[in-house]
């Protein structure tokens, strides 16, 4: 059984920084690429930032030179630092990983959540 357990998320002031966490577990074989998301209210989902098995990293437009994703591979982590938060990233933020399970099969699956809220 494979669970994706996010944590970090808060409240935090216009400027302020918080860090995500995604922690992977349970029958894994490798993982690819892993990311994170973001759907605010009423809005669709969203590409914050990804980052291949080899360390490349992309991110949207909207978040670069504020936002750093990074991973642990020993951990099967993936981090989100997000520095000079604007009330517009106010949203849930949801991790994703495409992995291969143990038993070969290639999937993504998704994190349950957590909720970035910045005040103005």
């Known amino acids: 059984q494979l669970q994706l357990v996010a944590s970090g998320g808060g409240l935090v002031q216009a400027g302020g920084s918080l860090r995500l966490s995604c922690a992977a577990s349970?029958?894994?074989?490798?993982?690819?690429?892993m990311g994170w998301y973001r759907q605010a209210p009423g809005k669709q989902r969203e590409l914050v930032a990804v980052i291949t098995s080899g360390g490349s990293t992309h991110y949207a437009d909207s978040v670069k030179g504020r936002f750093t994703i990074s991973r642990d591979n020993a951990k099967n982590t993936v981090y989100l630092q997000m520095n000079s938060l604007k009330p517009e990233d106010t949203a849930v933020y949801y991790c994703n990983v495409d992995l291969w399970t143990i038993a070969h099969v290639r999937s993504d699956y998704w994190g349950q959540g957590t909720q970035v809220t910045v005040s103005s």
């Open positions: 349970g029958s894994i074989f490798s993982i690819n690429a």
